[in-house]
């Protein structure tokens, strides 16, 4: 078993979230003694986003000046927890997003903080792989919003059963139209509306992806089977397009919605701990072999 007091999770979340709706995750990780983390993102932070009284937000109110939070800051969130777990506590990181977390962790997986290039350094610590949790894992080169929509395309003209949108259209911020069905519809009706009432909203995604960290990492994917928000299908198209290119994720499948973090919450701790164990030989090795690589079946399809 790979010893949990030296492995932490970071988690970034999804979009119109707050760490809060992630904190049982946190804790059931915690209690396998695995430290977790999920810091709040900078782009679906209220205080950043100019909406007036945060208990009271108005999403038509007109940008922030000098613009809203871009997905680089929420980046920069995630690579600062990474440096101080990794350069000053030698921690081995298992880097995790959901839904367009997914991106978030992808970019924030940089070379220096992986641990086969710490190894080879003779440093302790680093990112031994990547687990997305019904995440967008999105080709190289292409941002969240050019790789999910057509070309010219205007939402605020062609609605979206799920997204709404306010005064400023797609150059303003967007949030979730009926979380409780798309999203929550799998958790209990009362806890579904305490959450409900604290997502937030967000500006679009844009920035492209520069990272290739798909092929320089393990990756497993968990497909959320009954998720209304990012139908199981696309979810497997886009494993799809990576493994084209010669990426190899283990894939687990959850009998959830898009939030498994709520209603799947053990299963998903197992899973994760299970592929974390699975990178073991990182653990032991002072420079890396084809170990690990025997350890991690390729595209594995495992049921719940």
Same mark, same amino acid.
């Given at each position: 078993?790979?010893? &949990?007091? &030296?492995?932490?999770?970071?988690?970034?979340?999804?979009?119109?979230? @707050?760490?809060?709706?992630?904190?049982?995750?946190?804790?059931?990780?915690?209690?396998?003694?695995?430290?977790?983390?999920?810091?709040?993102?900078? @782009?679906?932070?209220?205080?950043?986003?100019?909406?007036?009284?945060?208990?009271?937000?108005?999403?038509?109110?007109?940008?922030?000046?000098?613009?809203? /939070?871009?997905?680089?800051?929420?980046?920069?969130?995630?690579?600062?927890?990474?440096?101080?777990?990794?350069?000053?506590? &030698?921690?081995?990181?298992?880097?995790?997003?959901?839904?367009?977390?997914?991106?978030?962790?992808?970019?924030? !997986?940089?070379?220096?903080?992986?641990?086969?290039?710490?190894?080879? #350094?003779?440093? !302790?610590?680093?990112?031994?792989?990547?687990?997305?949790?019904?995440?967008?894992?999105?080709?190289?080169?292409?941002?969240?919003?050019?790789?999910?929509?057509?070309?010219?395309? $205007?939402?605020?003209?062609?609605?979206?059963?799920?997204?709404?949108?306010?005064?400023?259209?797609?150059?303003?911020?967007?949030?979730?139209? $009926?979380? #409780?069905?798309?999203?929550?519809? $799998?958790?209990?009706?009362?806890?579904?509306?305490?959450?409900?009432?604290?997502?937030?909203?967000? /500006?679009?995604?844009?920035?492209?992806?520069? &990272?290739?960290?798909?092929?320089?990492?393990?990756?497993?994917?968990?497909?959320?089977?009954?998720?209304?928000?990012?139908?199981?299908?696309?979810?497997?198209?886009?494993?799809?397009?990576?493994?084209?290119?010669?990426?190899?994720?283990?894939?687990?499948?959850?009998?959830?919605?898009?939030? /498994?973090?709520?209603?799947?919450?053990?299963?998903?701790?197992?899973?994760?701990?299970?592929?974390?164990? !699975?990178?073991?030989?990182?653990?032991?090795?002072?420079?890396?072999?084809?170990?690990?690589?025997?350890?991690?079946?390729?595209?594995?399809?495992?049921?719940?």
């Amino acid at each position: 078993m790979l010893a &949990n007091k &030296n492995l932490a999770v970071v988690l970034s979340h999804g979009s119109y979230h @707050t760490p809060e709706p992630y904190k049982p995750l946190l804790k059931a990780l915690q209690s396998h003694g695995i430290e977790s983390y999920c810091p709040q993102r900078p @782009t679906c932070d209220l205080i950043r986003l100019n909406v007036g009284d945060i208990d009271n937000p108005d999403f038509n109110r007109e940008p922030p000046v000098g613009g809203y /939070p871009s997905d680089t800051e929420d980046v920069d969130v995630t690579i600062r927890l990474l440096d101080r777990l990794i350069n000053n506590e &030698n921690k081995l990181v298992l880097l995790a997003g959901h839904s367009s977390g997914g991106w978030v962790a992808t970019q924030a !997986a940089v070379p220096e903080l992986q641990i086969k290039s710490r190894q080879a #350094q003779g440093k !302790a610590g680093g990112i031994i792989g990547l687990f997305y949790i019904g995440a967008f894992i999105i080709p190289l080169g292409e941002s969240l919003t050019s790789f999910v929509t057509p070309k010219d395309a $205007d939402f605020t003209q062609r609605p979206v059963p799920h997204l709404q949108f306010f005064k400023y259209g797609m150059d303003g911020l967007w949030r979730l139209k $009926d979380p #409780q069905h798309f999203m929550l519809h $799998d958790i209990d009706p009362e806890e579904a509306e305490i959450h409900t009432a604290k997502l937030t909203a967000a /500006p679009t995604m844009t920035v492209s992806l520069t &990272n290739d960290a798909y092929l320089a990492l393990p990756c497993a994917f968990l497909i959320t089977e009954n998720d209304r928000l990012l139908p199981k299908e696309y979810q497997e198209h886009m494993i799809a397009l990576q493994t084209e290119r010669g990426t190899q994720f283990t894939v687990y499948r959850a009998p959830s919605g898009h939030s /498994p973090h709520l209603s799947w919450t053990a299963g998903l701790v197992e899973k994760m701990e299970e592929f974390a164990n !699975a990178l073991k030989p990182w653990t032991s090795h002072s420079t890396l072999t084809s170990e690990w690589r025997s350890n991690i079946e390729p595209n594995r399809w495992v049921a719940s």
